[in-house]
């Protein structure tokens, strides 16, 4: 994903409200009673000529209880993460 981490954070918490932050670069959350856990890890930035992007791989583990619950947790977290149509 190319996005810095404060906006991560701001995006992450607009979604689900304001994480705990148990170690560097690791996210917790309950959202309707399931937990959830997102760890970042920095990954290569990309270069577009002189303007350099930040990204990082993303890691999310999700104990929803069913498959519906976890299609709307996940469509709860791609809302508020896409940008630009897509």
Excluded: Y
Excluded at 61 to 68: C, F, G, I, N, V
């Amino acid at each position: 994903m190319a996005i810095t981490r404060a906006e991560f954070v701001r995006q992450l918490t607009a979604a689900f409200g304001p994480p705990h932050n148990p170690e560097p670069d690791v996210f917790t959350g309950r959202h309707n009673g399931w937990a959830w856990r997102i760890a970042l890890r920095p990954a290569a930035p990309t270069r577009l000529g002189s303007v350099v992007l930040e990204r990082w791989a993303v890691r999310i583990d999700l104990a929803a209880p069913t498959p519906e619950a976890r299609t709307r947790w996940w469509d709860r977290f791609t809302t508020h993460f896409q940008k630009g149509g897509g």
